[in-house]
Nanobody, 113 residues
Framework: QPQLVESGGGLVQPGGSLRLSCVVS????????MGWYRQAPGKQRELVAS???????NYADIVKGRFTISRDNTKNTVYLQMNSLKPEDTATYYC???????WGQGTQVTVSS
């Protein structure tokens, strides 16, 4: 069973940027289709972005043009570059392997002045 570990969260001011990383171990990373989700307090978990094993990407409308998902198969890592952050982006962000249906533990992102 793969293990997913996220990092890169933190506190950032509105308009700022963060890059989240998700390292995948104990699997052949290159075959994984991956996604980033987020969950704010009192809200359902929602899909933010996804990337297939061949690099096709998809984004939720609310983050299009601001977030970019990418992967580096040599590092077994999927990234989420987040620009122009807004207070409503505040949430715990999780990565998921769609291929294995496995979640990471999450990393907190707080956008506040």
């Amino acid at each position: 069973q793969p293990q997913l570990v996220e990092s890169g969260g933190g506190l950032v001011q509105p308009g700022g940027s963060l890059r989240l990383s998700c390292v995948v171990s104990r699997s052949i990373f290159s075959i994984n289709s991956m996604g980033w989700y987020r969950q704010a307090p009192g809200k359902q978990r929602e899909l933010v972005a996804s990337i297939t094993n061949i690099g096709r990407t998809n984004y939720a409308d609310i983050v299009k043009g601001r977030f970019t998902i990418s992967r580096d198969n040599t590092k077994n890592t999927v990234y989420l570059q987040m620009n122009s952050l807004k207070p409503e982006d505040t949430a715990t962000y999780y990565c998921k392997s769609f291929t294995y249906d496995v979640w990471g533990q999450g990393t907190q992102v707080t956008v506040s002045s």
